[in-house]
């Protein structure tokens, strides 16, 4: 989550929700989250567990690029 | 009785020296939805921002609230935004205990200063963006 809400203050783009997975279950099943941290974004890239910046910023950038076609 | 214990309260006071300017915790309670939940969201929420005079709380209903809610884009209780000098966009779904609590504290430092720290490379990264990116971060307390 931390990289995340810094990246949400670094870019207007970009908002961090951090979601306290047992008290939102209907949102965990839609999510499948089976471990946690699982970071979803743009429901688009998910990945479980930390990552460093580098990889967590090639996420978001995966999931702001166009579908290949 | 207070959620956080003296030893906390101190912790956190010592991590919010690092604080640089006002901050609002916005706080989204409905009591016919999660009303336990809310109650100690808020509390822990009143208890946090007690441990620093530069920290407000504001607290809405989204049912009264509706047309701020929506803007805000919250849709669930219990909800924090933390705000500095404009929304930033940190939102918390659920009470911040455990692991999040931390977040919770990493997040009013943050959105207090508007200086993130990354690196050089991934803010050029993010300030090249064109679309809106939304992080969904799950976790639980443990």
Redesign the interface.
Known sequence: MRLAQHMAVASDRVTATAIEATEFPDLSRAYRVMAVPKIVINDRVEFEGALPEGQFLDAVLRAVAPTAS | MPILAERDQDAVRKEFQRIEGPVKLVVFSQELV?GD?CRQNEQLVREVAALDDRITVELLNPAIDRERTEAY?VD?VPAIVVE?ARD??????????G??FS?LI??II??SS??????E???T???G?????????????T
């Open positions: 999660a939940l884009g669930q500095g930033y966009g940190l939102r918390f779904f659920g009470i911040p205990s692991y999040e977040n990493d997040a943050v959105a508007g200086e993130p720290a990354l690196s490379a991934t803010r990264a993010l300030a963006l064109t679309d809106d990116v939304h992080i969904k971060v799950f976790s639980t307390p």
